[in-house]
């Protein structure tokens, strides 16, 4: 079991941008990493995935040329570069880890581990 805690959450203004980071305690083995979010009265929904090598990212459409995710193998980490914050981009957001082809399946809420989350909240 990988430990995962996530960090960067805040309030913003539409328009702003937030970086948010998961640092990752435990073996990762080849696995991917990914972001997901919960917004207000919502399930839990895909944002971003990234596989181990780093060569592979997905996006969530509503997300796509305004998100951008990394990693650091050597630091055990990955990020969420969120740019141009809309209000409906408030959520929980949450780090998680697992193949990377069953994080960006389709309708997929499930890996290996999850952090706790962190919230962001974007007002207009």
């Known amino acids: 079991q990988v430990h995962l805690t996530e960090s960067g959450g805040g309030l913003v203004q539409a328009g702003d941008s937030l970086r948010l980071s998961c640092a990752a305690f435990?073996?990762?083995?080849?696995?991917?990493m990914g972001w997901f979010r919960q917004p207000p009265g919502k399930d839990r929904e895909f944002v971003a995935a990234?596989?181990?090598?780093?060569?592979?990212?997905f996006y969530s459409r509503g997300v796509k040329g305004r998100f951008v995710i990394t990693r650091d193998n050597a630091e055990n980490t990955v990020s969420l570069q969120m740019n141009d914050l809309k209000p409906e981009d408030t959520a929980v957001y949450f780090c998680?880890?697992?193949?990377?082809?069953?994080?960006?399946?389709?309708?997929?809420?499930?890996?290996?581990?999850w952090g706790k989350g962190t919230l962001v909240t974007v007002s207009s």
């Open positions: 998680a880890v697992a193949d990377y082809e069953r994080l960006i399946a389709p309708n997929n809420d499930d890996a290996d581990s």
């Open positions: 990234i596989s181990y090598t780093g060569g592979n990212r």
């Open positions: 435990g073996s990762l083995g080849f696995k991917g």
